[in-house]
């Protein structure tokens, strides 16, 4: 099946850079406005396409990812028993995932319109209008794969996200950072 030359000009422009910088900044701001308790920490940030200056004129969508770090889930395999003792005396969590994503599901609804919001298995979707792209918005905690300590009570770690599809209950890991990290390193 060939494919128009007007389809293959269309993939080769890049998208609107303009545009997916207010959508990024829209949805930032609506999030940074809840009225968060003091000790809530997080991180919003950029991922795929626009990121990785790969996206496409009129087939991209802006994903977001919110990351709460102020709790997170780890994989201690590695670990000796000196760095497992390290990584038990931290103590349970106070909050969870779903006390932190329900507020931004609540504040995106109310700032773009129910109508617009729909809440999926992995993100949440926000259509776009005449000033706004599409967007995704993952909202995770961060993962720890935590590297072998060899006695040691000074933890490395490989920094990852994590997040469950709701439909299934299955946790999703992604290593968004390192792989942007090693897109922009490759030779």
Not at 47 to 63: E, F, L
Not at 78 to 83: F, H, P, S, T, Y
Request: aromatic share 10%.
């Amino acid at each position: 099946m060939a494919i128009a030359e007007s389809q293959l000009s269309t993939w080769a422009n890049q998208g609107s850079i303009k545009m997916s910088s207010i959508t990024y900044e829209s949805i930032r701001n609506c999030i940074n406005s809840i009225n968060w308790k003091s000790d809530i920490t997080y991180e919003i940030y950029l991922q795929g396409s626009y990121k990785n200056s790969t996206n496409i004129y009129g087939n991209s969508d802006v994903d977001i990812v919110v990351e709460f770090t102020k709790i997170f889930s780890s994989n201690t395999s590695n670990l000796d028993e000196i760095g497992k003792a390290v990584h038990n005396a931290l103590g349970p969590a106070k909050y969870t995932l779903e006390g932190f994503k329900n507020p931004i599901i609540e504040k995106l609804t109310k700032s773009f319109g129910e109508q617009h919001v729909e809440v999926g298995s992995k993100a949440i979707r926000i259509d776009g209008n005449g000033s706004r792209l599409d967007a995704d918005v993952l909202v995770c905690i961060r993962y720890k794969k935590y590297l072998t300590n060899n006695g040691s009570k000074n933890l490395h770690y490989n920094k990852g996200i994590i997040f469950t599809n709701s439909y299934n209950g299955d946790s999703i890991i992604n290593y968004p950072l390192i792989h942007y990290d090693n897109g922009v390193n490759k030779k």
